[in-house]
């Protein structure tokens, strides 16, 4: 029974998952860019570190959260989480495949030629949404494993990471090279969440934060320029800096306007997310003519972060609209009666206790 009281709010979590959010956008916008011949070496540059940052983190909160889906039967978990983040995922994959067939663009992190819905969406999937197909795959796997003990799990996940991860997969998919690795970090969310909860009480003063964030970008910054990324085990090391050192960066950033500003994308998470890459792709079609001139110049310098804040600006008010779309956020059989906060894409609180209902699952 769903109490009517709120539960604790965790202003960092939202914060963090907020700065996460804004860099998944970044990384598209300098896709895009680059894609348009408006390119920037220091944005390339940037992206490719930021790149071993972001989507540990990411999942990292996402397992954090997600403690209460993976101890519901069965039957819940796979009508409410999976199967719907499934239909999201593939309802907002074939809006993309479609606006990219007709506003086609070129990425280097793809594999070259014509490829079919079948392909981008299943089968060697690379379009902005995949995180959510990730989640599919992820919650089942956290309820499988439940009894393995912790001491067991994360070890073996990182193994097999490790040996797996990189190498010959990326060729075809990042998303499927990325899965092994970025599962490590899903469960360290959900099988630490109490000790991540506890530490995020005892964070260290602003100038320790800065100077473990600031090792943290070097150690990104020096794997990429060294060309380490397919080291076995070295983005699992990069990555697990990044999580300390962003949810530490997060807690100290929560009471800040800035703070306050990251959370509030943060509590949107989901419509941000499957909307921006289309968003993207349509803002940046005024630029198409300076291309080539422009490029390395001024314009291609303030380009990226011209297309992040505009995307915010058009996403974030979209979430009351396609609200009020049914099945646009979730599937028809997993829409309840009274809808409830999604823990891994909406309000972040405290895992465990009891939600109260609100207006938007996946809000």
């Known amino acids: ?25 970044t990384h598209h916008a300098v896709l895009f860019t680059t894609a348009e011949g408006l390119g920037h070496p220091a944005w390339t540059a940037a992206n490719e570190t930021l790149r071993l940052l972001r989507m540990p983190l990411f999942f990292f909160l996402s397992g954090l959260l997600a403690v209460r889906a993976v101890h519901r039967p069965w039957p819940d978990l796979l009508r409410r989480r999976t199967t719907n ?4 995922y593939l309802l907002w994959a074939s809006a993309a495949f479609a606006a990219f067939t007709l506003l086609p663009y070129a990425r280097d992190d793809v594999p070259p030629g014509p490829r079919g819905w079948l392909d981008q969406t299943l089968l060697l999937p690379d379009n902005g949404a995949w995180y959510l197909l990730a989640l599919a795959l992820y919650l089942p ?36 090279s990325d899965l092994l690795t970025l599962f490590v970090f899903f469960a360290a969310g959900l099988r630490l969440h109490g000790p991540a909860l506890r530490v995020a009480t005892r964070v260290p003063g602003p100038l320790a934060v800065t100077a473990l964030a600031a090792a943290t970008g070097l150690l990104a910054l020096a794997t990429t320029a060294l060309g380490l990324t397919q080291v076995p085990g070295v983005r699992l090391l990069v990555g697990a800096a990044a999580v300390l050192a962003g949810c ?8 800040t306007r800035a703070g306050r500003a990251l959370a509030h994308v943060g509590r949107r998470t989901l419509p941000v ?20 001139t422009a490029a ?28 009020r779309v049914p099945w646009l956020l979730h599937a028809p059989w997993a829409a309840p009666r009274q809808r409830e906060v999604r823990p891994t894409v909406g309000v972040a609180t405290v895992p465990g206790a009891r939600r109260a209902p609100d207006r938007v699952r996946g809000a």
């Open 1 to 25: 029974m769903t109490s009517s009281t709120p539960s604790p709010r965790l202003p960092w979590v939202d914060t963090a998952r907020g700065a996460a959010i804004v860099l998944v956008i």
């Open 85 to 88: 983040d499934l239909w999201v």
């Open 141 to 176: 796997l956290g309820r499988l494993t439940r009894a393995v003990p912790t001491a067991v799990l994360l070890p073996a996940a990182a193994a097999l990471a490790a040996a797996l991860g990189p190498g010959q997969l990326v060729r075809y998919s990042f998303v499927w």
């Open 248 to 255: 530490a960066v997060a807690v100290r950033l929560a009471p």
């Open 273 to 292: 997310y499957v909307t921006h890459e289309i968003v993207l792709g349509l803002l940046v079609l005024p630029l198409a003519p300076a291309a080539g």
């Open 296 to 323: 390395g110049g001024p314009l291609s310098l303030l380009a990226p972060a011209l297309l992040v804040a505009a995307a915010l600006a058009v996403c974030l008010p979209l979430r009351g609209p396609l609200a």
